[in-house]
């Protein structure tokens, strides 16, 4: 039997059965085991970027976000788009250590 001869949906459950290759959009893709280590250095930054995404206040076209750095929480970044400016986009580096408020802002 060749390899032409073999149902393509056989050929992807026996390809897939280890879980490190997958069929997506007409390809054959390698992909990391759902059980592998590795998956534990990149959790930490999922967490941060769904912590920046949930923290995001939209309005319509609208929207605020903030977040601090992961080195020292007093010090970040501002995201705002009509917020508080009309047809203004506002980054804003922050810092807030020694009970000092420095801003610095950059207007798009």
Not at 25 to 49: S, V
Request: net charge neutral.
């Amino acid at each position: 039997m060749n390899v032409p001869d073999i149902p393509k949906e056989l050929l992807h459950l026996i390809l897939e059965y280890d879980g490190r290759i997958k069929y997506r959009k007409g390809e054959y893709i390698n992909t990391i085991h759902k059980t592998d280590t590795r998956y534990d250095m990149i959790i930490p930054i999922i967490k941060k970027k769904l912590r920046i995404l949930n923290d995001i206040v939209l309005d319509g076209s609208k929207f605020y976000s903030t977040f601090a750095f992961d080195i020292c929480s007093q010090v970040g970044l501002c995201y705002d788009y009509h917020f508080s400016y009309t047809d203004t986009f506002e980054i804003c580096y922050y810092d807030m250590r020694n009970s000092n408020w420095i801003q610095i802002r950059t207007y798009l």
